[in-house]
C-alpha cells in the first residue's frame, strides 16, 4: 500500500476471547444464567476472530483488493496488495498447486465446512430428541418451551424484527423472569446431556464433511502452517517482498 501511496494500517488485532463451539453444543452457562438470564455479555463477533471490524476509505478499498489496475501512476498487482501479499505467507507451502499459492487465501473456506456439517448435524433426529427431553425437563420446572431457541427468544426480553420496525425502545434484560427461565433452562441442559448429545451429533458430521473434502482441506493445512511460519519470518525482517 505504500508503494502506491497510501498509509493503509489494520487495526490491532486483539485475543481471541470468545469460548468455542459454544453455539454449536447449544451450552449455557449457569452462572451467567443466574447473573443476567440469556443475555451473554460482552460476547460480539470481534472475540471471535480478534480482529476489530474497520472500514476504509475507497481508494485503499480499490487498492487493496485490486479493483484498479493502476493507481497514483504505479501498478497495482492482480487481486491487489491483499493477493500480492497472500503469494508471499502462501509461499513454500507443501503439495500445493502454484494456483492456490499464488491466489488469495479464502478465510470463509473452513467456516464455509463448519456450516455444511451443522447443516447435516441439525437434521439428525438425535438433536430433535433431545429437545423433546429438555422440553420435557422445562415442563417439570413449570416452563412451558419446545425448545432452547424458544426459551432464548422469548419475546419479553428477546429483540425482534418487529421490534426494530416500530422503533420500540430496547427491552428489559436480567428480569426475574427472564433469570428464573434461563436458570432452568441451564438445569435442564445439565440433567438431559443436551450439550452432550449435540456435541456428538456435531463431531460425527463434521467428520462426515472432513472425509468428503479430505484432500482440500489437507491443501488448507498445508497452507495455514507455511502462512504461519513465513508470517513469523515478516515480523522478524527475514521474508520481504519487493514490488
Known sequence: MRHVGLDFRFPAVEPVTDLRNVDLLGWLDPEKAKKSGYLQEGRH????????????PD????????????????????????????ALLNRGARGVAPAD???????????????????LALKDPRIAA???????????????????????????????????????????????????????????????????????????????????NRARLDVIRSLNQARLANSAKVLHGTLTLSW
Not at 45 to 56: A, R
Not at 68 to 85: E, S
Not at 101 to 119: G, H
Not at 138 to 146: A, L, P, T, V
Open 45 to 56: 463477533p470481534d472475540e471471535m476472530t480478534g480482529v476489530p471490524s474497520y472500514s476504509i
Open 59 to 86: 481508494d485503499e478499498f480499490y487498492v487493496l483488493y485490486g479493483k484498479v489496475r493502476r493507481f497514483r501512476g504505479r501498478t497495482v498487482p492482480p487481486g491487489g496488495c491483499m493477493a500480492k501479499a497472500d
Open 101 to 119: 499459492a499464488d491466489k488469495r487465501f479464502d478465510e470463509d473456506e473452513v467456516p464455509r465446512y463448519v456450516d455444511s456439517a451443522a447443516d
Open 130 to 212: 433431545a429437545e423433546r427431553e429438555w422440553s420435557d425437563c422445562m415442563r417439570s420446572e413449570g416452563f412451558d418451551y419446545r425448545s432452547t431457541d424458544q426459551a432464548a427468544g422469548d419475546r419479553r426480553w428477546a429483540a425482534t424484527v418487529n421490534d426494530d420496525s416500530i422503533g420500540r425502545s430496547p427491552k428489559p434484560r436480567g428480569t426475574r423472569a427472564e433469570i428464573d427461565t434461563a436458570v432452568a433452562d441451564a438445569e435442564c441442559r445439565a440433567e438431559t446431556g443436551y450439550s452432550a448429545v449435540r456435541r456428538t451429533v456435531h463431531v460425527e458430521a463434521q467428520n462426515r464433511v472432513i472425509d468428503r
